[in-house]
């Protein structure tokens, strides 16, 4: 059985519960995305749900960031980052590109997290001098995505809630 994961933004305007078969918050994300739109340590810790199970009260608002590509071109991300439109905290990412899932941020969910075993540190290449990385003995580092996804991690650890 999944875990539920409760969550809400720093006024409480909105509040938001979904099902996770994948609770620690292991990912340490460093690219300028993340960063700024959750404004936390350096980097933002995404989680990950069924999109099926969110059950949302309140209004969110949606961010869709921009990509600029290394010939200068820019593109709007498919990811919708929503957040509160009245404090402005970072809640959850969707993108249909994955449409079974949400990625909720760990710095939004209420719900006691179990301490992950590791953190993977990824998108490291794009992360700003003055962050200087706790990697831990055992921690996994990448200059951009790893090849394991959130499930994978979860599974191979047998970390996976049924």
């Not at 593109?75 to 909720?104: Q, Y």
């Not at 290449?125 to 831990?136: D, E, F, G, N, R």
């Amino acid at each position: 059985m999944p875990i539920t994961l409760e969550g809400s933004c720093r006024c409480g305007a909105v509040r938001f519960a979904l099902d996770s078969h994948t609770p620690h918050p292991y990912q340490r994300c460093y690219c300028s995305i993340c960063r700024k739109t959750a404004g936390g340590g350096g980097y933002a810790i995404n989680i990950m749900g069924t999109a099926a199970s969110l059950e949302v009260t309140g209004r969110t608002a949606v961010y869709r960031a921009g990509l600029r590509a290394d010939d200068g071109a820019c593109e709007t991300s498919s990811g919708r980052r929503h957040f509160c439109p009245a404090c402005a905290s970072a809640l959850w990412m969707a993108d249909p590109s994955w449409p079974d899932l949400v990625h909720p941020f760990a710095s939004a969910i209420d719900t006691p997290l179990p301490v992950p075993p590791a953190s993977t540190h990824l998108m490291l290449l794009y992360k700003p001098a003055w962050v200087v990385p706790q990697i831990a003995a055992g921690d996994a580092v990448f200059d951009e995505y790893p090849g394991e996804s959130i499930e994978d991690w979860h599974r191979a650890r047998g970390l996976w809630v049924d």
